[in-house]
């Protein structure tokens, strides 16, 4: 069993959500899983693993979670890990715009200097509902672009629960019994 923290930044909910379901994930196979917004959250050190996940906004990720890592980073060089990018590009079925959502988290790990073992780009959400009008006005553009959903009368999850399933496993599996990593 091993212990350990998953840390994330939001604006609309869904990247909470999927650190929640990995939580679950990870609970429902023996482990032990903490969940921190990033600027609440603790200092890596004695965590078996770390997972970190951040949304794509305007094509960055959350500036909150880039700082928690570049603070950590030391202790999460000898820890086991896993980083997850939540956007709309990842719920793409054009590649250019899959390949955009990889690069853009290739770039936030190069830009910390993190080398996690596992990295996954999950499809978000469209909220509309939770959106200002300008938001929804701007997003409604992203979305005809990234082949996603336009009526902004309803919300969209594009998000697949079962590749979010086997990344938390993929972390687990990083952590042998009790170690960090050598
Ligand atoms: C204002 C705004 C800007 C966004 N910009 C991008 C973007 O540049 N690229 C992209 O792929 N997705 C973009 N998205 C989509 C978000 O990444 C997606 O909605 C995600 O689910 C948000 O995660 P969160 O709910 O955890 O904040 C944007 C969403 C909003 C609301």
Redesign the pocket.
Known sequence: MAKILIVY????????HIAHEIAGALRADGHEAEVSRAQDAPSPSGYGAVVVGS?????RHERAVLEWVKTHLEVLEKTHGGFFS?????ASEDPN?QA??KR?ADAFLFKTGWRPESLACFA????YSR?GLL?KL??RR?AAK?GGATDTAHDYEYTDWDSVLRFARDVAATVPAASAKH
């Not at 949304?55 to 094509?59: C, E, M, Q, R, T």
């Not at 939540?86 to 990842?90: D, I, K, N, Q, R």
């Open positions: 930044a939001t604006c609309e909910g869904q990247t909470a949304p794509v906004h305007a094509g939540v956007s709309l590009a990842a715009e955009e959502a853009l978000g959400a469209l909220a959106y938001k701007i997003m992203i990234e």
